[in-house]
């Protein structure tokens, strides 16, 4: 395993979310920033609310979003909170003004991992870049 990716809360720095740990009931509030149908983001998401008995149309208001940059411009715009991995978050500058938030009971993550076949020409090589990705992934 090169590196584990949380799926995190993620609005503006200005927004009361901000570095809290919120419930579903305060998060149903707001405005959500999601994916399209079908993207993997949205399925994540959409799966964790229905183990928790909720569904999309709970939101009082839902803007349904074709790519990742915009919702990271409109997070950066303070126009509603998100979910995405936190390396995604991590990855814009600091102009964007983003922060995460966690949400009770909502712990999801994946790992990053590279795979070779034992005993490979290059096994060297890429056991070298996997502990250089994952000492430059954690720094972050």
Known sequence: MISQDRFVGVCNQNHPFSGRQISIDELLTNQLLIREPGSGSRFIFENWLAGMNYDLSDF??????????????????????????????????????????????????????MVYLPGTPKENLFASMAKLISQILSEQ
Do not use: C
């Open 60 to 113: 009082d208001q839902i803007i349904s979003v074709g790519d990742i940059f915009t919702i990271q411009q409109l997070l950066s715009q303070n126009l509603g909170v998100s979910f995405m991995y936190q390396s995604a978050a991590r990855s814009l500058p600091a102009s964007f003004n983003l922060a995460t938030f966690s949400l009770i009971n909502f712990n999801i993550s994946h790992e990053l991992n």
